[in-house]
Nanobody, 121 residues
Framework: DVRLVESGGNLVQPGGSLRLSCAAS??????MAWFRQAPGKEREWVAT??????GYADSVKGRFTISKDNAKNSLYLQMNSLKPEDTAMYYC??????????????????WGQGTQVTVSS
């Protein structure tokens, strides 16, 4: 079975940092992504990484860094300079392709259960 398990979410003050992790099992994904969903809002793409490189939503560019450790079959999201508007449930996702070729959440067949990030003073 394919499983994605996120961890690292927490309550943090504005301006603070968090590092999210996502452990994959069942296969080695090349295309992986982070999405988030705030209360009352639709799920939105945050960042992707694949064999060609990485990409970011404008709202997080320069503050968040996505990375992947193939040896550990794990995905990470380093989040710096956090803002209250970053508060959301963060989800790890993957698809069975070498390249992500898009940020639409319907492209991704595997999802984790989510980890909550709350940015508040």
């Amino acid at each position: 079975d394919v499983r994605l398990v996120e961890s690292g979410g927490n309550l943090v003050q504005p301006g603070g940092s968090l590092r999210l992790s996502c452990a994959a099992s069942g296969y080695t994904p090349y295309c992986m992504a982070w999405f988030r969903q705030a209360p009352g809002k639709e799920r939105e793409w945050v960042a992707t990484i694949d064999s060609a490189g990485s990409g970011y939503a404008d709202s997080v560019k320069g503050r968040f860094t996505i990375s992947k450790d193939n040896a550990k079959n794990s995905l990470y999201l380093q989040m710096n300079s956090l803002k209250p508007e970053d508060t959301a449930m963060y989800y790890c996702a993957s698809r069975r392709t070498t390249y992500c070729a898009g940020t639409y959440d319907g492209l991704f067949g595997y999802w984790g259960q989510g980890t909550q990030v709350t940015v508040s003073s």
